[in-house]
């Protein structure tokens, strides 16, 4: 009897032996499929990883020609004068069609650049009369489309005539005012003073003058 009893508990011993060594197995195998799932999911983010960075990589490449072509393009239209006493090596950007002198009716954009990126994008008004207006502001229509335009300091002098000039950073505010103006046919100007106001209409060449101007200025990596 006491044989017997030890036969079925080695029986029963063997039993747990054996299911213990198949959990052992089971799990062993999940834990390796699981980490061969996870390389393979690790190896799939690396390689979209790597796709995405050539994909940004050939956009870069793609957009910094384009630019290179638009500055070849663009840059004969600009007379470039460096600064000589500025220590950074500022170079002003300047339509070669913009009014030599203030006392002269004239609307025309111009911006700076230091170690090839601009900056500074400018806005010139230039108003030429026998009458004082003393400018306030400037209503646009571009196409149909009002736009307004306030300026921080406007200046004046006289002679014989009289003139009134303001040249105005732009901000990203008054950016959508240029990138109007660049693409328009038609532009209307307001100038509205003290107590009188009087119009303008821009010139073919002076919309074309601003539409080059702010071509450049964005391909040369300038910020508004």
């Known amino acids: 009897m006491k044989q017997l009893y030890k036969i079925q508990n080695i029986l029963i011993l063997a039993s747990v ?26 190896e799939y983010l690396n390689t979209e990883e790597i796709t995405s960075n050539k994909v940004d990589s050939t956009e870069i490449k793609r957009k910094d020609s384009i630019n290179n072509l638009t500055i070849k393009e663009l840059k004969p239209f600009f007379n470039i004068s460096k600064d000589e006493f500025n220590p950074n090596g ?30 500074n994008f ?26 307004e335009f306030t300026p921080i300091n406007v200046e004046s002098d006289n002679d014989t005539e009289i003139w009134e000039w303001f040249d105005e950073n ?24 003290r107590q009188y106001y009087d119009t303008k209409t821009m010139t073919k060449s002076q919309i074309e003058s601003i539409n080059k101007t702010y071509k450049l200025y964005k391909a040369m990596d300038g910020q508004f």
């Open 122 to 147: 400018r806005f010139r008004l230039q108003y030429l009369s026998d009458e004082w207006l003393f400018i306030k502001k400037v209503q646009f229509s571009i196409d149909g489309q009002p736009y």
């Open 17 to 42: 032996i054996t299911l213990v060594t198949s959990l052992i197995i089971i799990t062993i195998k999940y834990n390796n499929g699981k980490i061969n799932k996870d390389e393979n999911k690790h």
């Open 90 to 119: 500022l170079t002003w950007y300047k339509p070669k069609n913009a009014s030599k002198y203030v006392n002269e009716n004239s609307v025309y954009c111009y911006f700076q650049v230091i170690d090839n990126k601009a900056s």
């Open 170 to 193: 732009i901000d990203i505010f008054s950016e959508p005012l240029i990138d109007a103006i660049s693409k328009a046919k038609v532009v209307k100007m307001k100038l509205i003073g």
